[in-house]
């Protein structure tokens, strides 16, 4: 029998009980592997850059979220699989102990893969046995910690792409993740001009409420004030961005912000990450390349352009005598009639810095730590991605990366003031 699909689990889970939970927690660790399924084991222990992770160790953070947080604490008797994987496979939470850094995860060739594989299929073993024991007590308890934990693990999924692809860019034979497997944005038809959609203004509420999943950083639901605004219909696009460097936006310093003109002078940046030029030697081509999980592709002038900084987003903004959306516009927006592409093509960043709502208290527990002390420093990004897992997204979702990052499947839309 099939594992169901993340929607179907999700809504099963929703409605309550702990085989359902069961089912969601074997489905969303069996796609973990899938898309790791792809990549040699050499591929699974590179780390590109010191703000991606490798695989394997994607594989064994995971792992280690359930076993530190779940078992650890709520399974009587629970011996660590390996006391030494706890500081190896940490990420940056405090109240769980040292942890090995960031920078140097690419150097953990041991534990070899695997053995991140038997430690994946001995923690899964043990929460399913956790579902099963655990008392009423116990599984109010546990419950949400594991459902925590899945949606963590869905995130690392898109970062396991982002990261891969980063890597392979990094090959100059550029090669595929995976040429028939990988996510596609290739649309149906040609894109049409951009229109403007006119905005909820006033009073407007935001943020999550209900029972259904939700970060931390989500609530509390509020209210907000905005003004007219209008947004646009659908996302830019390649051709346009394409239009943008033809005119000599990246040569254009008052367009700029003044951090990210810096960086397009320090980095030399003349396209979006991944973009190749005519000349390039990896790729020579007559006209623009774009390098994605299915290897060097033409470009397509239609499909929404990624992998994008904010400073780039906000610069293309500028030329085309607009702006980016709040968050809170953004949000208060999503559902409205003629709006395209607000979920699963790619994230959009906002003119919003990543900031506490009013009221915003974080959970209890060792996850206090996973969003909020995060809140400065970060743009907020809204939507999805092609990489993002299914059932994953939802209109309060809120990313959030520096404005430098330019390696996952960033994106924009634009915005006006003003009403139609």
């Avoid at 790619?346 to 527990?365: C, I, M, V």
């Avoid at 996850?367 to 092609?386: D, T």
Wanted: glycine residues 6%; aromatic residues 12%; negative net charge.
């Amino acid at each position: 029998m099939p594992p169901p699909s993340a929607a179907a689990a999700q809504d099963s889970l929703r409605a309550g009980g702990r085989a359902p939970l069961a089912a969601r927690f074997a489905q969303v660790r069996a796609h973990t592997l899938a898309l790791a399924a792809p990549l040699s084991p050499e591929d699974q222990c590179v780390q590109s850059m010191p703000d991606a992770s490798p695989t394997k160790w994607h594989l064994a953070h995971t792992t280690w979220f359930f076993e530190a947080v779940v078992l650890a604490a709520h399974r009587p008797g629970y011996q660590p699989y390996d006391p030494r994987w706890f500081h190896l496979f940490n990420s940056y939470y405090e109240a769980l102990g040292q942890r090995h850094p960031r920078a140097q995860r690419g150097l953990l060739t041991r534990p070899s893969l695997d053995e991140v594989h038997a430690y994946r299929r001995h923690v899964e073993a043990q929460v399913h046995a956790l579902v099963e024991e655990a008392d009423e007590a116990a599984w109010r308890a546990v419950e949400p910690l594991l459902e925590l934990g899945l949606h963590h693990e869905q995130q690392h999924q898109e970062l396991l792409l982002t990261d891969i692809l980063h890597a392979l860019s990094c090959n100059p034979l550029l090669p595929a993740y995976a040429r028939n497997e990988a996510p596609s944005l290739r649309l149906a038809a040609p894109q049409a001009p951009l229109r403007w959609i006119t905005g909820p203004e006033g009073a407007v509420e935001i943020g999550h409420a209900g029972e259904a999943f939700a970060f931390d950083n989500e609530t509390p639901r509020h209210r907000t004030w905005l003004q007219p605004y209008r947004i646009a219909d659908r996302l830019v696009s390649c051709g346009d961005f394409a239009d943008f460097i033809a005119d000599g936006g990246y040569r254009q310093p008052a367009l700029w912000l003044s951090d990210g003109w810096a960086m397009v002078q320090a980095q030399q940046w003349r396209a979006p990450a991944y973009w190749i030029a005519p000349d390039d030697f990896r790729a020579p081509a007559a006209g623009w390349q774009v390098f994605g999980l299915r290897g060097v592709q033409p470009l397509d002038r239609d499909a929404p352009v990624m992998q994008l900084s904010f400073y780039e987003a906000a610069a293309y903004a500028e030329w085309a005598g607009a702006r980016l959306p709040t968050e809170q516009e953004w949000e208060a927006a999503y559902g409205l009639p003629g709006l395209q592409q607000m979920t699963g093509q790619a994230w959009q960043w906002t003119r919003s810095s990543y900031d506490p709502y009013p009221g915003f208290r974080p959970w209890r527990g060792a996850v206090a730590e996973y969003n909020g002390k995060f809140m400065v420093g970060q743009i907020v990004l809204r939507g999805s991605s092609l990489a993002t897992p299914e059932g994953h997204a939802r209109p309060t979702y809120r990313n959030f990366f520096p404005p430098a990052a330019r390696w996952q499947f960033s994106g924009l839309r634009l915005a006006r003031d003003g009403a139609c």
